[in-house]
């Protein structure tokens, strides 16, 4: 068992983590920082970022920057004021006593790996996606998973969205101001959403939908060149020559580690305290994705990442 107890130990990195990384430096709380494995599929190093190729909507960069060396920034900054980062990922947790216990590695080691006095979880959540050949390689490079992030880039193009639920269905129309074509493809015969997004998806002459139909394969070496459409019923094959496609059949935040530890709405997500980063737990806090269900960007990841930071200072010094 470590010999001493941090006052802050954050699990998972991305925009939240590592602004939280940044504000609870600068107090003096020293904060050690699990943030990840890059082989994991969820947890990785930097969050949804690093599968990001050119980002221009992240205020102070006007020429753009690559997601990539937005996270490098982000850690580069919370190192320089004494976070200590590690990259593992946190296995097990045991919020029930205090300190709060964290293992790294075995989960059934019989010592933690971390005690901590408060801890802030900053795990994020991940796209859904598809499974097929070529898309995590063509991500950024035609394939997207978030519509207001690249759709500007389609400008006057051709392109498609997965899905038919109201994510999907919002994002078609949002990239309907820049797509001269935005073509909903759905497994099914008519949409999951609701009536009112549906009534103006079939308003706007830009959407044209493509029923019964499942992307089967991602055309394209460098860049998206087209997908092939299956015909769910049939089985016949058709090609769409788009350049873009937005995957929106949903997410899946990463909290299976908090099972049992803290609430979680239906979809999975924590449940903070409105207007705070509070969780169930004294001395938890969540920020980012992987509390957050609606907003889902950098910008406000990085600011509930500050929240987070500034809950935790204010709250320890209320128990020191």
Same mark, same amino acid.
Request: hydrophobic share 40%; aromatic share 8%.
């Given at each position: ?17 590592? #602004?939280? &990384? ?11 920082? /699990?943030? $990840?494995?890059?082989? !994991? +599929? ?80 900053? #795990?994020? &959540? ?11 390689? /063509?991500? $950024?490079?035609?394939? !997207? +998973? ?97 350049? $873009?496609?937005?995957v929106a059949i949903g997410h899946k935040p990463n909290t299976d580690l908090f099972d ?61």
């Amino acid at each position: 068992m470590p010999a001493d107890v941090r006052d802050v130990v954050i699990i998972g990195s991305g925009p939240a983590g590592l #602004t939280a &990384a940044i504000y609870t430096a600068r107090a003096n709380l020293a904060p050690v920082v /699990l943030e $990840g494995e890059p082989s !994991s +599929t969820s947890d990785q190093p930097g969050g949804q970022l690093m599968l990001t190729t050119e980002v221009e909507n992240f205020p102070g960069f006007p020429e753009g920057v690559m997601g990539p060396q937005l996270m490098v920034n982000f850690r580069d900054q919370a190192e320089r004021f004494g976070a200590q980062l590690h990259t593992v990922k946190a296995s097990r947790v045991d919020f029930g006593q205090r300190p709060f216990r964290i293992w790294v590695g075995d989960p059934d080691a019989p010592a933690p790996t971390w005690l901590a006095n408060s801890v802030i979880v900053s #795990t994020g &959540a991940q796209s859904l996606m598809l499974g097929l050949d070529n898309e995590t390689r /063509l991500i $950024g490079h035609g394939v !997207s +998973t978030c519509a207001t992030c690249d759709g500007f880039f389609f400008r006057d193009q051709e392109i498609a969205v997965v899905g038919g639920g109201d994510s999907a269905v919002e994002e078609a129309s949002f990239l309907t101001k820049f797509a001269s074509k935005v073509t909903i493809i759905h497994r099914r015969d008519e949409l999951r959403a609701s009536k009112i997004m549906q009534d103006r998806a079939f308003a706007n002459d830009k959407i044209e939908f493509h029923w019964n139909g499942q992307v089967s394969e991602i055309i394209g070496e460098d860049r998206l060149e087209g997908v092939v459409v299956t015909d769910t019923q049939d089985g016949s094959t058709e090609r769409l020559d788009v350049s $873009g496609l937005f995957v929106a059949i949903g997410h899946k935040p990463n909290t299976d580690l908090f099972d049992g530890q803290l609430d979680r709405k239906d979809n999975g997500y924590l449940v903070t305290v409105p207007g705070s980063s509070r969780t169930n737990v004294e001395g938890v806090f969540a920020c980012g994705d992987v509390q957050d269900d609606y907003y889902r960007q950098a910008i406000t990841a990085a600011g509930s990442g500050c929240m987070a930071a500034i809950d935790a200072e204010r709250w320890l010094e209320t128990q020191h």
